[in-house]
């Protein structure tokens, strides 16, 4: 009796086993069941990280907007036979590598809308990559990697198949996390909201939009292997493999090098390129060579020599150890391209098509067309293409006989013309930059544009600034990832990329994100907590940390670099200083120079101790490193601020504001600075007094929003809200030299006490030197 019981067990066992399958790589383990969903994920120490509570998916399908999952999965010789309700079938292919599991969809039924690998969810939750699709803790990561451009990492939330978050290809969860991808149908003409914006359009169907040949990558290993296996996988599976200097660039130590950015002409290059070589920056990056974007015609003004004088600049570089950059946006296409004008390609992003109602002579400035819809919409350029004609109109009505009035003939100078009834009016995709934009072919011709210009010049450094202008194209993701690679596979030799969104498949092509721009306020204030809030990102998914772009002007000190330099070497980051021509006249830039490499030097010998770099990692704190005989100290300083408002008087009521402060060295200087913070009104002749015994009065009227600052000699300079230098004045007196301990401030000046404006005192003194 036990024996045939026994026998019965075996069967189910054996049975069951018939309806599950596990894949084995040399670090982890994947098991499906005989419904598709994921059994288990172990690593090769046999740790659980599925979700028996939600357990996922491996393959899901998209028909009218509803997701359809499996309900039966069939095994048999590297092909998993998938069944849906409704009939629907997929086949995908399974092929098992010694460090990852590769799927891909072989066979689908007609007519499905798209497909959703995953979601496969896991217990992971301590560190999320959201774009790179990979989830770790101490022992553990898992991830994912798509595997052709068709193949988006991230959430499906729109029919487009755009991602507009920085990434959604890991997302964390209540239970830990989740990886997903997806595919869409783009194999036919489909009529979808593009951009987010613009409704109703019509966007043509691809040979390449097919669902057939949608892949990824599955892996798990140890945290400390993951950029190994992507590596594998990268070069196994012919996704874009950048290097710099005959290395990956993923992995190369010259990934996120800080670099300059100027406006450099075949007449100056020579000035810029000294100072970044004596800086130690990577090379210079040109902040706007072009007349045009489409076409890229260089500026002429500063180019005469067209691109074989870009050339003469990228050589001197390159003599030099120095690399050399352009910036444009992308696919973005100014008014003046030849893709516009005179004559208008026939392939510009449209966001709508319908048809003349009527005859339209060359000289009207109203136009029926048959319908509303595409021309409601409010824009930047509102245009229209007929024909060969641009026209930008004001309105439509809302009313049938539907009229565009206020009609600019012949507008970009395209050629006004007249136009017969039934024929094709399309509403144009434009941007607030002014600029029209390519669609899904053209935007292929402009890409290898790019590759060409790279390839005649030389040059090494290049970011896909508005990159989200390829959503115009209505191929979501997918114009975002082919235009980048087909611009990179065009090139003809090692390129740097940035960029101006993360997106998965990007990561391949992308050296670094230097996201945080200096226009928005001081160095030490314009976009602050957003540079810091980016490494964590920057790390969570194996990027260089980059903390932006900082503007050096004539007036920058020494103390601002110090600053910035702080940051970088707590996070170990690169950046782009901006430096323009008048910067190179600051007479700091000596002493600016050799701050920059006393800090290069010191982050590369990693001269700080973890507690230090914590402390340096604080935007608050102010240090200064100098170096003696061969030793490097690290100077802190702390800052006390004080609030003084304006306040209503009683007679004979004294209208200062008292405050102490503490100096815990022996004598120095303090720098002090009066803001005037709020919307409006003025800080008037302020007054400061110290231990009742230095008086100093300034004449200067501080609008809100001004600074004056103090802190050597006795000349003060006045900024304006976003930090820019207006100008010196000068003072009766330089501030005292203070002794060690508790001193007094008063505070006092001419203040509309209605007014939001108060002024903030903020003095600034050594606290300590440490030597490293």
């Known amino acids: 009796m036990l024996k045939n019981v026994l026998l019965l067990i075996g069967a189910v066992l054996v049975q069951n086993m018939l309806f599950a399958q596990q894949y084995n790589t040399s670090t982890f383990s994947l098991q499906l069941n005989d419904k598709g969903s994921v059994a288990s994920i172990r690593n090769n120490q046999s740790t659980e990280y599925s979700v028996a509570s939600d357990p996922g998916l491996l393959l899901q399908l998209v028909k009218n907007g509803g997701t359809i999952a499996p309900t039966k999965a069939e095994y048999k010789k590297g092909i998993i036979a998938l069944l849906y309700p409704g009939g629907y079938k997929a086949a995908v292919k399974v092929s098992v590598n010694k460090d990852y599991v590769r799927f891909e969809l072989t066979d689908i039924s007609d007519n499905i809308d798209a497909v959703i690998w995953g979601p496969l969810n896991n217990s992971i939750k301590d560190t999320i990559g959201n774009t790179v699709g990979v989830v770790r803790n101490k022992e553990f990561a898992f991830g994912i990697q798509c595997l052709n451009e068709k193949t988006t990492g991230g959430k499906m939330v729109n029919d487009e198949g755009a991602v507009y978050e920085r990434g959604t290809t890991a997302t964390a969860a209540a239970f830990g996390s989740s990886l997903q991808a997806f595919t869409i149908n783009r194999s036919h003409d489909r009529v979808i909201t593009v951009w987010e914006k613009w409704q109703g359009a019509t966007v043509k169907g691809s040979p390449e939009g097919g669902l057939k040949g949608s892949a990824v990558a599955i892996f798990g290993c140890s945290p400390s292997q993951v950029l190994n296996t992507i590596k594998t996988i990268t070069k196994q599976e012919n996704l874009p493999f950048a290097t710099w200097n005959g290395e990956w660039i993923k992995a190369s130590a010259a990934s996120g090098a800080p670099y300059m950015i100027t406006s450099f002409s075949e007449n100056n290059i020579d000035s810029f390129l000294t100072v970044a070589k004596q800086m130690g920056m990577a090379g210079v990056y040109h902040e706007g060579p072009f007349e045009t974007w489409g076409h890229f015609v260089l500026d002429k003004k500063s180019f005469p020599n067209g691109r074989e004088g870009f050339k003469k600049c990228v050589d001197k570089a390159h003599s030099m150890g120095l690399r050399v950059g352009f910036h444009t946006l992308t696919t973005f296409m100014t008014t003046n391209d030849a893709y516009v004008s005179p004559k208008p390609s026939q392939h510009l992003a449209l966001a709508g098509t319908d048809t003349l109602a009527g005859d339209v002579t060359a000289d009207a400035t109203e136009i029926t067309v048959n319908s509303p819809l595409h021309f409601t919409m409010r824009s930047d350029l509102n245009s229209v293409i007929i024909g060969d004609e641009i026209v930008r109109y004001m309105s439509v009505s809302t009313d049938a006989p539907y009229k565009l009035s ?110 945080g721009e200096p226009w928005y306020g001081s160095m030490r204030e314009s976009q602050t907590d957003y540079r810091i809030d980016n490494q964590k990102y920057l790390q969570d998914n194996y990027m260089p940390n980059m903390l932006g772009w900082f503007l050096i002007t004539a007036n920058s000190t020494p103390d601002d670099i110090d600053w910035m330099l702080a940051r970088a070497a707590g996070f170990n980051a690169g950046y782009a200083l901006v430096v323009r021509q008048d910067a190179l006249a600051n007479k700091n830039m000596p002493r600016i120079i050799e701050q920059i490499n006393l800090w290069t030097e010191a982050q590369k010998k990693k001269m700080f101790n973890q507690s230090q770099i914590e402390w340096l990692k604080n935007p608050a704190n102010e240090v200064r490193l100098s170096k003696k005989e061969n030793s490097y100290y690290l100077e802190s300083f702390h800052k006390f601020s004080f609030e003084h408002k304006a306040k209503v008087l009683q007679p004979g009521e004294p209208a200062t504001s008292n405050f102490t402060f503490i100096n815990n060295k022996e004598k120095q200087r303090p720098q002090i600075t009066i803001t005037a913070h709020g919307d409006d009104g003025s800080i008037i002749n302020p007054v400061i007094e110290i231990d009742n015994a230095f008086r100093l009065e300034i004449p200067v009227t501080l609008a809100a929003g001004q600074s004056l600052a103090m802190s050597e000699g006795n000349v003060a300079s006045i900024y304006n809200s976003k930090g820019k230098f207006i100008k010196k004045i000068e003072l009766t007196n330089q501030l005292p030299v203070l002794e060690k301990g508790t001193h007094s401030l008063s505070f006092e000046a001419g203040m509309d006490a209605n007014g939001s404006v108060k002024a903030v005192i903020t003095v600034r003194l050594s606290e300590k030197t440490e030597q490293l």
């Open 406 to 515: 206020g009609c600019t003939r012949g507008a970009f100078g395209t050629t006004k013309s007249a136009h017969k009834a039934k024929d094709r009016v399309s509403r144009l995709v434009d941007y607030p930059y002014h600029v029209f934009f390519p669609d899904f072919q053209l935007q292929k011709e402009v890409a290898k544009n790019i590759a060409d210009f790279i390839n005649e010049t030389g040059a090494d450094q290049m970011d896909f600034d508005g990159h989200e202008g390829t959503y115009s194209c209505g191929m979501g993701d997918l114009g975002m990832c082919s235009f980048a690679d087909d611009v990179f596979r065009q090139v003809k030799h090692p390129v740097v990329f940035g960029s101006s969104r993360a997106n998965h498949y990007f990561w391949h092509i992308n050296n670094y994100l230097n996201w």
